[in-house]
């Protein structure tokens, strides 16, 4: 993350759940291409944690980048860069209400699953959950991955098709094989003939990631 504005900057940070003053754990929930935060705040109604502000930053024009996630970065860009800054203003925000990022379950559809495992993987400390639906890490093959930090142990889970249009499996493989050099401890299930979507089993595993950091 570069620049302190970008063309995400000033767009609204959308909230369900309990109020953030009053919340003992938070989900930044980062939407696909074309979706809305809105669109993606559904996903809570899935969820039944007591306790949990659901946060959802806003793409300018509904989508993150313009390109491929499997394109090179600076093509991507100022998209990528202000991107990454959007998610993390989400933790801080969460942070700035007393919820810190051990607390924090960050949660990506698509673009937005691309975009929360970059994020997390630049910025590796302990969270409260990351889950990647339908994404992978940023860039093109052969990007070097010389990641700094550990995730110490924080939950992730990966989950995709064998037959996805936009993911390639080797990529989420890759990212796997990234976030458990991080210290991460993965979760990856692939789904044969899914195509492009979330399936049931991936919303009770995004579950579980929000129990975890739930107080009953």
Same mark, same amino acid.
């Given at each position: 993350?570069?620049?302190?504005? *970008?063309?995400? @900057? !000033?767009?609204? &940070? +959308? =909230?369900?759940?309990?109020?953030?003053? /009053?919340?003992?754990?938070?989900?930044?929930?980062?939407?696909?291409?074309?979706?809305?935060?809105?669109?993606?705040?559904?996903?809570?109604?899935?969820?039944?944690?007591?306790?949990?502000?659901?946060?959802?930053?806003?793409?300018?024009?509904?989508?993150?980048?313009?390109?491929?996630?499997?394109?090179?970065?600076?093509?991507?860009?100022?998209?990528?860069?202000?991107?990454?800054?959007?998610?993390?203003?989400?933790?801080?925000?969460?942070?700035?209400?007393?919820?810190?990022?051990?607390?924090?379950?960050?949660? *990506?559809?698509? @673009? !937005?699953?691309? &975009? +929360? =495992?970059?994020?997390?993987?630049?910025? /590796?400390?302990?969270?409260?959950?990351?889950?990647?639906?339908?994404?992978?890490?940023?860039g093109s093959g052969g990007t070097p991955r010389d990641y700094d930090?550990?995730?110490?142990?924080?939950?992730?889970?990966?989950?995709?098709?064998?037959?996805?249009?936009?993911?390639?499996?080797?990529?989420?493989?890759?990212?796997?094989?990234?976030?458990?050099?991080?210290?991460?401890?993965?979760t990856e299930r692939i789904y044969p003939g899914m195509g492009h979507?979330?399936?049931?089993?991936?919303?009770?595993?995004?579950?579980?990631?929000?129990?975890?950091?739930?107080?009953?």
């Amino acid at each position: 993350m570069s620049d302190a504005s *970008g063309p995400h @900057q !000033g767009q609204p &940070l +959308a =909230s369900a759940g309990t109020p953030l003053d /009053a919340a003992d754990a938070a989900v930044v929930l980062v939407h696909g291409r074309g979706a809305t935060a809105e669109s993606i705040l559904e996903m809570a109604a899935e969820f039944h944690a007591r306790g949990v502000a659901y946060l959802a930053p806003q793409a300018a024009g509904n989508s993150w980048y313009p390109y491929s996630f499997l394109a090179p970065m600076e093509r991507n860009e100022p998209g990528l860069s202000s991107g990454l800054r959007a998610v993390g203003e989400g933790v801080e925000t969460a942070a700035d209400a007393g919820v810190p990022p051990e607390r924090v379950v960050l949660v *990506g559809f698509s @673009q !937005g699953a691309c &975009l +929360a =495992s970059e994020f997390v993987a630049r910025n /590796a400390r302990r969270y409260g959950g990351l889950a990647v639906l339908s994404g992978g890490l940023i860039g093109s093959g052969g990007t070097p991955r010389d990641y700094d930090g550990s995730l110490d142990g924080t939950p992730v889970f990966l989950g995709c098709s064998d037959d996805d249009p936009h993911i390639p499996l080797e990529r989420v493989t890759e990212t796997t094989r990234v976030l458990e050099n991080l210290n991460g401890d993965v979760t990856e299930r692939i789904y044969p003939g899914m195509g492009h979507g979330v399936n049931r089993d991936e919303l009770d595993a995004v579950g579980g990631l929000v129990a975890g950091v739930a107080t009953d």
